[in-house]
Nanobody, 125 residues
Framework: QVHLVESGGGLVQAGGSLRLSCAAS????????MGWFRQAPGKEREFVAA????????YYANSVKGRFTIARDNAKNTVYLQMNSLKPEDTAVYYC??????????????????WGQGTQVTVSS
């Protein structure tokens, strides 16, 4: 079992920044792929970004490319999502997810076995 805990959400004005954290515990491994997804009210959950823990390869949704950065800290077993130039349309509950391997496409939520409880991000205009 893997336990994921997100933190760092909050309220920010458009153009501002936030950094989300996802602390992983339990049976984690360097083979894992970590992802961030988000879900806005009345909308489907959508992929935001992913990172392969072992090699550090990163993947982004087109809507956040150039504004968001996913990174990992091996020593802390933590994945981060740095969000810059935030827009009101980025408002959502953000979820951290983990899968034991790397299955393509990393944007598919069905490949992720473990999920955090989510953290709210609200961007005001």
């Amino acid at each position: 079992q893997v336990h994921l805990v997100e933190s760092g959400g909050g309220l920010v004005q458009a153009g501002g920044s936030l950094r989300l954290s996802c602390a992983a515990s339990g049976r984690t491994s360097s083979t894992y792929t970590m992802g961030w997804f988000r879900q806005a009210p009345g909308k489907e959950r959508e992929f935001v970004a992913a990172i392969r823990w072992s090699v550090g390869s990163t993947y982004y949704a087109n809507s956040v490319k150039g504004r968001f950065t996913i990174a990992r800290d091996n020593a802390k077993n933590t994945v981060y999502l740095q969000m810059n130039s935030l827009k009101p349309e980025d408002t959502a509950v953000y979820y951290c997810a983990a899968q034991p391997l790397f299955r393509e496409p990393p944007s598919s939520s069905r490949f992720y076995d473990y999920w955090g409880q989510g953290t709210q991000v609200t961007v005001s205009s």
